[in-house]
């Protein structure tokens, strides 16, 4: 039982603080959500005066009041509508709101993700990512609305029930107030099994867009590979995996609501029943009551239905913010200056680096000791074997990952700043794996400078040999790409690539393997280009000899060093 007690204060903790959580991110609606409770508890009340009025208007009609009948007539005819102006008002009210805390918290929940520590978000693939910032933040949006507010306005509309009921006859009150504490004591096992089943939903619905975005993403691999049969079987595991998990929480949460609506159900009829037999025994005197006693078990019926459900519903939202608190809490880069680097950003800049040591996480050293000086507007190249670290020396310079120990610093010769991610925009860098976004070409480039102009887009083009292809185009520079830039060759979206970091016009230029898919000449006559650019410093990470020729200096990284490289040997 002790043990069992600490599970229980546990749970309670994790739901409070998720809860907790879930409030302080939605606050800003904290008026919106208060309007919503109140036009349902003026709807909670439409229905008790309507229910009134019904019994009203059968005891007329039975005593042929005719006066009497049309004016309760009218009278529940107007409430009816009332009731269902309301109704309409709270469905498009909720709908509105819904949006705009789905929309902010997505808003919030992305500004997270793209500010998070690169490497603490590399644990995560990038499909369960877009499952909490879709899902997770649509489930927690939901809640805003249909959680709290729902569970203010059903309380609400049992409440009054029971006071109609009781002024009319008290026992009846006791029937249904009896299921209650009765339905919570059946609730109470199911909650921590749902809490652990809906986690469970989380991921594997997680694992299954992964799947679908990753298979997506390398369609022409697994084309090529002639791989489809063997992803089509592995997508039936995961689809398997998804069943059985999906049927387990249905199974709980069918017997959970069955239960509970048995419960609900019995309490309903129990009040029909109790005020059948008071009718047939004469105690109630008027017909009318009976049809009050049958509208207000429905409405109690209705409104315990509503309130258990929000079991399922709150353990599913407090799972969703568990799973966004999860990527909140992880590191977050580090703030720095922005005004100090600025304000070099015009300026000759050179890069020291010393005894850089960088380890990624679990794993022994990729760097170590690593020293360097590049001065202004010199061509560094950095040469080593596939995997020695490279493409972790230019994460490093771009600020994604952080030095386990030693310095680096961008200076002017006045002043000096450390390598962080507010220089990055000293940095234009382009990846081996030419990154290319949909949309148009003009759209892709101005990315990194929106205010560019036609002629600054066509001039960056052809620093990097692209011009002519371009040009070749149905529509220019407004010629759109597919995605990653599948309508294009591996050499073309390198170039494209390339003139997308020309036109950044920052003052150090990294280009990681980025000739790999030119043939020779074209990849001379791109380095020349380049080389020729006023004011530029680039360190260029290469596998081929073809570029080293055009090097001030050649630095090679082995065995998790680098030394300078000797151009007589």
């Known amino acids: 039982m002790r043990y069992l007690r600490k599970l229980n204060r546990g ?56 006066w009497y009948v049309l004016h309760n007539g009218i009278l529940v005819v107007l409430f009816s509508l009332f009731s269902i102006v309301f109704g309409a008002i709270s ?5 509105k709101i819904n949006l705009r805390v789905s929309n902010e918290l997505r808003a919030e929940v992305f500004g997270v993700f793209m500010n998070t520590d690169w490497q603490a978000l590399q644990q995560y693939h990038s499909g369960d990512l877009l499952n909490r910032i879709n899902t997770d933040v649509d489930t927690i949006a939901g809640s805003v609305l249909g959680w709290v507010p729902t569970l203010i306005v059903k309380t609400a509309q ?38 652990k089943l809906s986690r469970e939903m989380r991921m594997v619905s997680s694992e299954m867009m992964s799947f679908n975005e990753e298979a997506f993403q390398n369609s022409q691999s697994i084309k090529a590979f002639n791989l489809v049969d063997s992803f089509r079987s592995k997508l039936d595991q995961v689809q398997q995996i998804y069943y059985d998990t999906a049927m387990d929480h249905n199974r709980v949460s069918v017997i959970n609501s069955a239960l509970l609506s048995t419960i609900g159900r019995i309490a309903s009829y129990l009040c029909i029943g109790w005020g059948a037999f008071r009718l047939w025994g ?46 909140f809490d992880l590191p977050r880069e580090p703030e720095a200056d922005v005004s100090a ?47 020695c670290g490279k493409t972790t020396l230019f994460r490093i310079l771009l600020g994604l990952l952080r030095p386990d120990s030693g310095s680096l610093t961008l200076s002017n010769g006045l002043a ?14 382009v990846p081996q794996d030419n990154v290319i976004f949909s949309g148009t070409i003009a759209e892709t480039l101005r990315l990194v400078r929106p205010e560019a102009s036609d002629e ?17 185009l149905p529509d220019g520079i407004n010629s759109r790409m597919s995605e990653r ?13 390339i003139a997308r970091a020309v036109l950044a016009d920052a003052p150090i230029m990294l280009l990681d393997e980025v000739t790999s898919a030119l043939d020779l000449e074209t990849e001379e006559q791109v380095l020349q280009n380049i080389a020729a650019l006023p004011n530029k410093t680039c360190i260029i990470s290469t596998h081929r000899p073809s570029v080293l020729k055009l090097c001030d200096h050649i630095y090679r990284i082995q065995d998790k060093h680098l030394w300078e490289v000797n151009r007589s040997n």
């Not at 040999?465 to 371009?470: G, I, P, R, S, W």
């Open 416 to 429: 000096s700043v450390p390598v962080s991610p507010a220089t990055r925009n000293l940095f234009a860098y």
């Open 485 to 497: 830039g599948g309508s294009l060759s591996i050499g073309q979206n390198q170039r494209l690539a």
């Open 158 to 195: 049992f409440i009054a029930s029971l006071i109609v009921i009781m002024i009319y006859d008290p026992t009846m009150a006791l029937f249904a107030l009896l299921s209650a504490p009765i339905s919570l004591l059946i609730a109470k096992p199911f909650v921590k099994k749902m809490r």
């Open 456 to 472: 600054d887009v066509w001039g960056a083009l052809r620093v990097a040999c692209a011009e002519n292809f371009v040009r070749e």
């Open 341 to 387: 680097v600025d304000a070099i950003r015009d300026t000759d800049l050179s890069l020291q680096a010393q005894d850089i040591t960088f380890s990624y996480y679990d794993r022994a050293a990729t760097l170590e000791s690593v020293s360097f000086t590049v001065a202004p507007r010199e061509i560094v190249a950095i040469v080593g074997p596939s995997g």
């Open 91 to 95: 469905s498009r009210y909720s709908a």
């Open 282 to 327: 004469g105690a109630i005197d008027k017909f009318g009551t009976m049809v009050l006693f049958i509208q207000l078990a429905g409405y109690l019926s209705s409104a315990l239905s509503a309130l258990f459900k929000l079991v399922p519903t709150a353990i599913d939202c407090t799972v969703s913010a568990q799973r966004i608190m999860s990527i």
């Open 11 to 66: 749970l309670l903790h994790d739901v409070w603080r998720e809860t907790r959580w879930i409030y302080h991110h939605t606050r800003a609606y904290k008026k919106s959500v208060l309007i919503f409770i109140l036009i349902g508890l003026v709807t909670t009340v439409l229905s008790m005066v309507s229910a009134i009025l019904s019994k009203n208007l059968v005891d007329y009609i039975i005593a042929k009041k005719g």
